[in-house]
């Protein structure tokens, strides 16, 4: 789904008061995209997490190696995903189809239910579409890569047995990290990859995945 209304919304809020409590448009709303830009987090913080930077570079390298067994003990029973259910032509003509003959229910189901996949789905369906070549390829280059925590606005996507797994979310960090796929020029704004981590007991586990725009 494009999120190029949702980035430029959330942008100009981090302007005006460097936070992010915009109204949610219905249609695409906030749970849809990252916070904010990653061309803009380094000038928007000095925030540094060695134990995060260091399970990133981990995650990255497994990644790499195309390690599943290990990718899943680094990740949340779930991946909240909102590109997942329709990432191809075949789950875009069916979720059409969904939202047709669901006209007052479609949404909710989307977000609230459809966008957590199961890991071992996640790995075996949206893997190759979610870490293809461009993102292996910049994954460890911090010319390409912002993170930041995410706000506190958005911590309720993260409710979820599949994730926290019980945890206190006011007590731990989320992070989302930016990985620029496409870089900004004349002809386009560019596009991010952003994966998200939430912190346990066993250090940060992959959780969550979305682009911008």
């Given at each position: 789904?494009?999120?190029?209304?949702?980035?430029?919304?959330?942008?100009l809020?981090?302007?005006?008061?460097?936070?992010s409590?915009?109204?949610?448009?219905?249609?695409?709303?906030?749970?849809?995209?990252?916070?904010?830009?990653?061309?803009?987090?380094?000038?928007?913080?000095?925030?540094?997490?060695?134990?995060?930077?260091?399970a990133?570079?981990?995650?990255?390298?497994?990644?790499?190696?195309?390690?599943?067994?290990?990718?899943?003990?680094?990740?949340?029973?779930?991946?909240?995903?909102?590109d997942c259910?329709?990432?191809?032509?075949?789950?875009?003509?069916?979720?059409?189809?969904?939202?047709?003959?669901?006209?007052?229910?479609?949404?909710?189901?989307?977000?609230?239910?459809?966008?957590?996949?199961?890991?071992?789905?996640?790995?075996?369906?949206?893997?190759?579409?979610?870490?293809?070549?461009?993102?292996?390829?910049?994954?460890?280059?911090?010319?390409?890569?912002?993170?930041?925590?995410?706000?506190?606005?958005?911590?309720?996507?993260?409710?979820?047995?599949?994730?926290?797994?019980?945890?206190?979310?006011?007590?731990?960090?989320?992070?989302?990290?930016?990985?620029?796929?496409?870089?900004?020029?004349?002809?386009?704004?560019?596009?991010?990859?952003?994966?998200?981590?939430?912190?346990?007991?066993?250090?940060?586990?992959?959780?969550?995945?979305?682009?911008?725009?």
């Amino acid at each position: 789904m494009p999120h190029s209304k949702i980035s430029i919304i959330y942008f100009l809020a981090l302007l005006v008061s460097c936070s992010s409590n915009g109204n949610v448009n219905k249609e695409k709303p906030q749970t849809n995209a990252p916070l904010v830009d990653s061309s803009i987090i380094k000038k928007q913080s000095d925030f540094q997490d060695k134990e995060f930077e260091d399970a990133w570079k981990v995650f990255a390298k497994t990644v790499l190696v195309k390690d599943f067994k290990t990718i899943k003990y680094l990740s949340a029973k779930c991946i909240y995903c909102t590109d997942c259910p329709t990432n191809t032509s075949k789950e875009d003509s069916l979720f059409a189809i969904f939202r047709k003959n669901n006209p007052n229910s479609w949404y909710d189901k989307l977000y609230e239910e459809f966008s957590y996949i199961p890991i071992d789905r996640f790995l075996k369906e949206d893997f190759s579409i979610t870490f293809e070549p461009v993102v292996e390829s910049r994954m460890l280059d911090n010319s390409k890569t912002r993170y930041h925590i995410v706000d506190t606005i958005n911590l309720h996507l993260f409710d979820k047995k599949c994730i926290t797994q019980g945890s206190n979310l006011k007590n731990i960090k989320i992070i989302e990290i930016f990985v620029k796929v496409v870089d900004f020029s004349e002809e386009t704004e560019g596009m991010s990859k952003t994966f998200i981590f939430i912190q346990t007991k066993d250090g940060y586990k992959f959780c969550g995945y979305s682009t911008i725009p």
